[in-house]
């Protein structure tokens, strides 16, 4: 029986195990190894500097700076997304019965996580474009014309036009998500409250928040590695890795793969991604810890 | 892929995501039930009107693209569509697209399901280890290793392959696939691969026979989730797939994009744009249930 088993464990574990080995842990592995070269170009050679390009790092303003936007992505993207979707899943029931639409709003809503990022980036990159954008047509309809902009190169709202579509994207997913732990909330708890004289309110803050708690604090994990990630829908929505526009909604992910495949600077590209990595990491480990709070079994 | 499956993969979500009533008390006024409705209405046309756009920009002429963006096309432009098929290559992404995902869908199947039914069934010394090795792949944004992978898949001589694309596809499916299948296996009763041992059936026949089967409602979630993620799939294609003619559509309606600037066919892009999208409608349509309790599993306690 042991003889067997172990005759189905290898070969059934082996392809895995050899797929995942080669083409996601080795290549993450090499990634620090080649962090410390100062490989660069289509020349071979790839001479050993040790932590020469995390020195060069900590110095380069534009790194600097690029992951300062990432900061800013951090505050506001979990906040917003989570803050819209939590009040969205709130509204979805009303005096204890699903709203009229519920159904509809839910499919709706989800939809954009299931399309390519490419189409929502282009879609929206003809929302923003100035003369016969989606977004400048409405202002001056709505007789707001003076608020018209050249969204996608002011410095001012590139970065934040972006979000606006990540955004928008991603309320529907993370809506859901918390309307699947609201649902396995036992209603005799909002009986009870109403009982006691709770409001919507009330109810939705002593009960429904706690309760979720465990999946927001999950999803403020999910978000918060997307803030660090956050390049491709710069790029398909600025119309390219190195516009105008690109440049200047800069983060860190996006310096990574203008450095590696346009200047072909791989082992400073790759130190920047081991700097993410860590912060990848650090991040995670942070959140949860600082987000740990009182589990409630039921 | 016959009617009683789609059955089995619709109930079981019907019971995941039952719509029960969830905020229980009764003060919603008639003014509160009114701007809920304002509220989630003004979303859903938030998130319908620019996809609506895309297609009815689709079907008009450039001059009106540019002269009258909120009109309705004078006469449908179907010529646009041909355009992008043809000229602007998208047929050929397509097919492309089509070939790349054939074998990785095969294969994240095949590969997860056997690793997830040992993980899940057969105690062994290491198994923590591989099972948890596995999902800590699920933290790490692919852009992380996308310098190594390309020089990895270029010493491989793999690449700008089909079979490169297809072998990276799997190997990064497989954290989430492994993830679900392996909770799923869990929930498949002991007792039928005890009576098939006793009958003589190898280990072989209960998995290929018995066990896979039985799995097929979490294989069919598993096969959607992945189709839409690797149809969506945009980086690896970008960075692994240099050669034109062997473009995905991701990345073909990235570069027709950018071309656009020069080349001024909007109608075309747009007509591209629909098409990619189509396949990805349907799938959502068809299957939005199962999607849905497959895509938020992940984020769920417990």
């Known amino acids: 029986m042991h003889y067997q088993k172990y005759r189905l464990i290898v070969p059934f574990l082996l392809p895995a195990i050899l797929l995942y080995g080669v083409f996601v842990v080795w290549p993450y592995a090499q990634a620090i190894y080649v962090s410390m070269t100062s490989w660069r170009g289509v020349s071979p050679s790839r001479p050993f500097v040790g932590l020469d390009n995390y020195r060069r790092l900590a110095e380069d303003s534009r790194f600097v700076e690029a992951l300062s936007r990432n900061g800013q992505l951090l505050i506001v993207l979990p906040l917003v997304t989570i803050a819209i979707s939590l009040v969205f899943a709130a509204l979805f029931t009303q005096g204890g019965q699903a709203i009229p639409g519920a159904g509809f709003y839910r499919i709706v809503f989800f939809f954009p996580q299931v399309i390519p990022a490419v189409i929502v980036g282009i879609l929206w990159s003809y929302v923003y474009t100035p003369n016969i954008g989606l977004l400048n047509g409405v202002l001056r309809n709505v007789g707001l014309g003076g608020l018209q902009r050249s969204w996608l190169t002011d410095p001012a709202t590139v970065l934040w036009a972006v979000v606006a579509v990540a955004i928008w994207s991603s309320v529907g997913f993370y809506m859901v998500i918390f309307l699947a732990a609201m649902q396995s909330i036992p209603s005799s708890f909002y009986e009870a409250a109403v009982l006691d004289g709770a409001t919507r309110w009330s109810s939705f803050r002593d009960i429904t928040f706690p309760l979720i708690w465990e999946t927001v604090r999950t999803s403020i994990i999910y978000l918060s590695i997307a803030a660090l990630d956050f390049f491709i829908l710069i790029i398909v929505v600025s119309g390219g890795s190195t516009t105008m526009g690109a440049q200047r909604a800069e983060v860190a992910a996006l310096y990574l793969y203008n450095q590696a495949f346009d200047k072909n600077r791989w082992g400073y590209a790759s130190a920047i991604g081991v700097v993410l990595l860590l912060l990848t990491l650090v991040l995670s480990v942070g959140i949860m810890r600082l987000t740990r709070r009182e589990t409630y079994e039921y | ?302």
């Open chain 2, 1 to 302: 892929m016959n009617a009683p499956a789609i059955r089995t993969v619709e109930e079981a979500p019907a019971a995941l995501v039952r719509e029960r009533p969830v905020a229980g008390s009764g003060v919603g006024s008639a003014t509160g039930a009114g701007l809920t409705q304002i509220l989630l209405a003004g979303w859903a046309v938030a998130v319908i009107f620019p996809f609506v756009w895309m297609v009815v920009t689709a079907l008009k002429a450039d001059p009106e693209i540019l002269s009258s963006p909120w009109r309705l096309p004078a006469a449908a432009q179907w010529d646009n569509f041909a355009r992008a098929w043809t000229q602007a290559r998208i047929g050929r992404f397509f097919f492309n697209t089509l070939l790349v995902l054939a074998g990785s869908l095969a294969g994240t199947l095949l590969v997860s399901s056997m690793a997830a039914y040992v993980l899940a069934r057969f105690p062994f010394p290491g198994r923590n280890v591989v099972f948890y090795g596995f999902v800590a792949g699920l933290m790490f944004p692919v852009f992380l290793a996308l310098v190594p992978l390309y020089f990895l898949v270029d010493d491989l001589g793999l690449l700008g392959t089909y079979q490169g694309l297809i072998l990276v596809y799997i190997a990064y499916s497989l954290p989430f696939t492994i993830f679900f299948l392996t909770a799923f296996f869990k929930t498949l009763p002991n007792e039928v691969g005890e009576a098939a041992i006793l009958d003589g059936a190898s280990q072989y026949q209960i998995f290929f026979q018995i066990m896979l089967p039985l799995a097929k409602p979490g294989l069919i979630a598993m096969g959607i989730f992945n189709f839409l993620g690797q149809w969506n799939q945009f980086l690896l294609p970008l960075v692994l797939m240099p050669d034109e003619n062997r473009y995905l559509l991701s990345q073909g309606l990235y570069f027709l994009a950018v071309q656009q600037g020069y080349q001024n066919d909007y109608g075309a892009l747009f007509a591209a744009m629909t098409i990619t999208m189509i396949p990805t409608l349907v799938v959502y349509v068809l299957f939005q249930r199962r999607l849905e309790a497959g895509l938020t599993a992940g984020a769920l306690k417990g």
